[in-house]
């Protein structure tokens, strides 16, 4: 990676693979943050520009140790 690497622009699937990835890193940890909604919001957003879907859900689960993150696409006919 060069200097000039970090000018380059990103494409929409590698920032929403990089916001997924915080998420499930912050899910993990079990650690709050203040812009966790907006960033579900914004992956919901960018699976909504690239398919044709009626409906997409975002949710996280707990059970005993183990933690899920559950993405729901509900797709058009």
């Known amino acids: 990676m ?4 970090i000018f380059k622009k990103k494409k929409s699937k590698d920032v929403a693979k990089d916001r997924l990835m915080m998420m499930l ?3 993990r940890a079990n650690t709050k943050i ?3 909604d907006e960033m579900k919001k914004d992956l919901i957003n960018v699976v909504k520009k690239y398919l044709n879907v009626k409906d997409v ?8 140790d183990i933690e ?3 993405v729901e696409i509900i797709l058009n006919k």
């Not at 859900?57 to 005993?64: C, E, Y």
Request: proline share 0%.
């Open 2 to 5: 060069s200097f000039f690497d």
């Open 25 to 27: 890193a912050y899910e």
């Open 34 to 36: 203040e812009n966790l």
């Open 57 to 64: 859900h975002i949710k996280s689960n707990s059970n005993q």
């Open 68 to 70: 899920t993150l559950e």
